[in-house]
């Protein structure tokens, strides 16, 4: 009955995470949490230019890894705030996306149409508030940054498209609501997550970390039998 | 001749009575289930599902099965075929039973009981089912007050109450006696309100599914959903009144009435007929003939209502016959009986497949008691009414 | 049977009387939309399937907190229906897309009241407990509901749910489009407000039907050409524009015609100021005084009894 645990040490790196995400802080974070507060007037006007005009567009302006001043951004801005807000801001590394990507016009996808505007307008001068009744098509800054992120992100197969992947929850400390004894063995500890990830643990049972038995045709040997594996022998918390 | 009903005065207790007293307990046990642990704990409905056989066979069936009232009504004191006014009585008692436990099926199936009064105030001009409400309520009334005089044709002048109550005798003996003389001159407006308010909602019980265009088998689903059940609630009118005649009179052993119920039913060829001719011309007009050989649940009661409900007891009352024989012609009426009530429960439970969410419905068992407790009780009450008041043809004796 | 032919004539010319006052026809059926309503537009192909939206919804809406509200794995395992405990779901289909590596797509598909623009609920109510918002939501008034169910019936998305373990007060329970949040300027639904990548998008119907035209004509590849809502059963103010077939994220297929036409249509032109009751009532009346001329003395024992 009390089967349930094994993967919930993920559960644990994630706690683990937690705790030292509190102790540390970035050198720059005071700076970048200034700069996220920061609230540029709207531009109603863009060119509608194609993507490969942008990207001339933005090679003429002579754009390079170079003028990425910032290297990473606090994704906080009061835009975002004012309506609903569950999630702790996303520090998004810029300059390392710019690095990775090589191609600005990726993001930076359109202009002001305002000759003296930057080529690299930053996302919240047209993405605002959402729903705008002057410019319904314009999507608002949150889902700016999450349209961008996960499409890509799946596009390239690469980085997180979950939620957690970057935003760190609001996650209550657990030193208040954890009570462990001294030296405490692992059954303990499962059984402490256990008491309120239930769910996570129900539905670790039918993933293959709990199901998996033995070599598979996959594995060495191309073998089908089942001899081994948290299904059968092999050693569990529980 | 004229006709002369009498109380049966016959003993009460009978084993009939006793098995519906059992029926009786059982439906008030669920009953009392259903106003403690909501209609979730004794049905089987669902968000997809919202009526079950509480509306399709208490209220739709009963309504239709009522309809005997009205018809014979029309006939005998409208038409002035005074020949037929024997079968009237026991054919009103029969209507204001069934509307009554109508009234009485929807306050056990409404969730609200208790504000069933409030669409007498919150008017919804739009909605069917307030104009059907309004009319079975008007209509119940009418019924009642239809009926009173038979009640107070057994009981004036010789009012008798026990105990306390026997100050009250003169006061209640004064109210039947002005009660008596005043609707003997105005009982005409109330025979006609009766027959126009029966044609409205019994239309009107056909248009409720038409709101549900996407969730009705197309076999139903016609903009004439209101004339069919207006037709076969006409055409079930005889037949119900033979069927429950031959049923009354073999359970009290009294004449078998064929003289009156055998040109009756020659109405019913008609009637029965007029609905047959819109029933199936509707099938072939709308082409939904397609479906027939479908082989589902719901092509197979369709098959079933119409060759068996339909066409095979219309078919069978050409004949002289089985119009003349008392079991042909029962037979006969039980199957069109059979068929109006199968339609009724095929339009609002086996037609009704709602396409998102449908898992399937049978009504749970306590659903099914509560039904049958309710009919009992109906049974019940109509013998103690024919017992005790003036209703059916009273036995030879009486008779000169 | 005591009906005298005066009785009879001065009823039959209040009759008459009310017939030549109906009107001369029965007026055609028209809308009763309101002239500048709210609408959504759900963008299946933006649905991540966060369900945030039904966390918000019942939060807003004061429901309890959603089944398995942090975990994904298997609540898509089942396909779920908006209940009397959640306004909202979002249910997860595969429909056969996949990706540049040959992986199934799923497409998430938010199920919720649609608000039609004549809401045949609101037609069928028999008390009027449900009624169309100038906000454009179709609210539900529990002081006047008798728990019919006739809505549940009638509505053609299979919305409204019932509190079936409720046994004396029980409430229909359905998605009030936030009624209180968008009357107030400014307001959102929940739901809207929340979701992260703005799969829905809240505004003024037309407004919302123009973006809906303008991103399926700059993504023909992408997108179905059609605006789910736009015409079906006469509109409704939640519209939905997908990648994949709608009736493959159950949202099925249904006719322009406004649901509550036919029969509102039907009752109207018979029932419209009483006069084919009125009419009906003179006719069986003079079929009466006729058949029963000169013969009320042979029946008059029979006082009643009809």
């Not at chain 1, 009061?78 to 801001?89: G, T």
């Not at chain 3, 009030?176 to 307001?187: A, L, P, S």
Request: glycine share 6%; hydrophobic share 45%.
């Amino acid at each position: 009955m009390i089967k349930k645990m094994g993967g919930i040490v993920c559960l644990m790196i994630l706690w683990a995470a937690v705790c030292t995400a509190q102790v540390w802080q970035a050198p720059d974070q005071e700076q970048a949490k200034e700069r996220a507060k920061e609230v540029v007037p709207f531009v109603k006007e863009y060119q509608d230019d194609c993507r490969i005009s942008r990207r001339i567009c933005l090679m003429d302006a002579g754009v390079s890894l170079d003028d990425v001043k910032e290297v990473y951004f606090l994704l906080d801005n009061p835009i975002i705030k004012q309506r609903e807000d569950h999630y702790e801001p996303v520090r998004f590394a810029h300059k390392r996306h710019a690095a990775l990507v090589n191609d600005c016009s990726k993001c930076h996808h359109f202009r002001p149409k305002d000759e003296n505007a930057l080529e690299t307008t930053r996302c919240s001068a047209c993405h605002q508030d959402s729903f705008n009744p002057d410019h319904p098509e314009r999507i608002g800054l949150k889902a700016a940054f999450h349209q961008q992120c996960m499409e890509c992100h799946q596009e390239e197969a690469k980085g997180p498209v979950d939620c957690t992947g970057c935003h760190l929850p609001h996650v209550p400390d657990h030193k208040e609501l954890v009570k462990l004894p001294d030296k405490p063995d692992p059954i303990q500890v499962t059984k402490a997550c256990l008491e309120c990830h239930d769910t996570q643990g129900e539905d670790m049972l039918k993933t293959a970390h709990w199901l998996w038995r033995g070599p598979s045709p996959y594995t060495t040997g191309h073998r089908k039998d089942i001899l081994h594996g948290k299904g059968t022998t092999a050693l569990n918390n529980f | 001749m004229a006709h002369k009903a009498g109380p049966m005065n016959r003993p009460l207790w009978t084993p009939g009575v006793l098995v519906m007293l059992v029926f009786m307990f059982a439906g008030a046990l669920a009953i009392i289930a259903r106003f403690t642990g909501g209609i979730g704990y004794v049905t089987n409905l669902t968000h997809a599902r919202p009526w079950g056989i509480w509306v399709g066979i208490d209220v739709a069936t009963g309504v239709a099965l009522a309809a005997g009232g009205f018809t014979t009504a029309a006939l005998a004191h409208i038409f002035g075929r005074h020949y037929y006014e024997p079968v009237t009585r026991p054919a009103l008692l029969t209507a204001v039973l069934g509307y009554t436990f109508v009234v009485i099926g929807l306050l056990v199936d409404i969730g609200r009981s208790w504000a069933i009064w409030k669409p007498m105030f919150n008017w919804n001009l739009n909605s069917v089912l307030f104009e059907v409400a309004m009319c079975v309520m008007i209509y119940l009334t009418v019924l009642y007050i239809e009926f009173l005089p038979i009640v107070a044709e057994q009981f004036k002048g010789r009012m008798n109450l026990p105990g306390i109550l026997s100050k009250l005798n003169s006061l209640v003996d004064t109210i039947l006696q002005i009660a008596d003389r005043i609707l003997g001159k105005v009982m005409w407006i109330f025979i006609i309100l009766g027959v126009v308010l029966s044609c409205m909602h019994q239309s009107s019980l056909g248009s409720l599914m038409l709101v549900a265009p996407t969730k009705l088998h197309p076999l139903w689903y016609t903009p004439i959903l209101p004339l069919l059940f207006l037709t076969s609630a006409i055409a079930v009118g005889y037949p119900m009144v033979v069927f429950e005649t031959t049923l009354a009179t073999s359970a009290f052993k009294l004449d078998s009435e064929m003289h009156i119920l055998a040109p009756l039913t020659r109405f019913t060829i008609y009637l029965l007929g007029a609905y047959m001719v819109l029933k199936i011309g509707d099938m072939l007009v709308r082409g939904t003939w397609v479906y027939l050989l479908e082989g589902t649940t719901q092509t197979n009661a369709f098959i079933v209502e119409v060759l068996f409900g339909v066409m095979l007891p219309w078919a069978m009352l050409l004949f002289q016959r089985v119009r003349q024989s008392a079991k042909g012609l029962f037979f006969a009426a039980a199957l069109i009986v059979g068929g109006v009530v199968l339609n009724r429960i095929n339009v609002f439970i086996v037609g009704f497949k709602p396409p998102l969410s449908e898992n399937g419905y049978f009504p749970a068992v306590s659903e099914i008691l509560v039904t049958l407790g309710l009919i009992a009780t109906l049974m019940f009450i109509y013998r103690v009414t024919v017992t005790w008041l003036p209703v059916l043809q009273a036995s030879k004796e009486v008779r000169s | 049977m005591q009906i005298t032919r005066r009785h009879f004539f001065r009823f039959m010319g209040a009759a008459g009387a009310s017939v030549a006052v109906r009107p001369a026809s029965a007026h055609a059926w028209q809308t009763k939309a309101p002239p500048d309503p709210f609408g959504c537009l759900v963008d299946l192909t933006r649905c991540v399937g966060c369900r945030k939206c039904e966390e918000a919804c019942a939060e807003v809406n004061g429901l309890p907190e959603p089944e398995r509200v942090n975990c994904q794995c298997t609540i898509f395992e089942k396909n779920r229906r908006p209940d009397e405990t959640a306004f909202t779901v979002i249910n997860r289909y595969y429909t056969g897309k996949v990706d540049a590596f040959d992986k199934p797509v799923p497409t998430y598909a938010k199920v919720q009241c649609m608000h039609c623009q004549d809401p045949v609920c609101v037609s069928a109510c028999i008390v009027g407990a449900l009624t169309k918002e100038d906000t454009g939501a179709v609210r539900y008034d529990v002081t006047k509901c008798i728990g019919c169910r006739y809505c549940m019936v009638a509505c053609p998305f299979e919305i409204p749910a019932y509190e079936y373990f409720d046994p004396v007060t029980p409430r229909v329970m359905k998605c009030t489009f936030c009624q209180e949040r968008i009357k107030e300027t400014g307001g959102l639904p929940g739901c809207a407000a929340i979701c992260p990548t703005e799969t829905i998008t809240f505004g003024r119907r037309e407004t919302l039907l123009a973006v809906a035209k303008k991103r399926l004509k700059e993504n023909p590849g992408i997108y179905i050409q059609h605006v789910y809502g736009e015409k079906e059963v006469g509109g409704t103010a939640w519209m939905y524009i997908s990648s994949v077939p709608f009736e493959t994220v159950n949202l099925p297929e249904l006719p322009d015609a406004p649901a509550p036409k036919l029969s509102e249509t039907i009752q109207h032109s018979l029932f419209s100021y009483l006069w084919f009751p009125v009419l009906l009532f003179g006719v069986l009346g003079a079929f009466m005084a006729r058949c029963n001329k000169g013969d009320h003395k042979a029946t008059s024992p029979d006082k009643g009894g009809a």
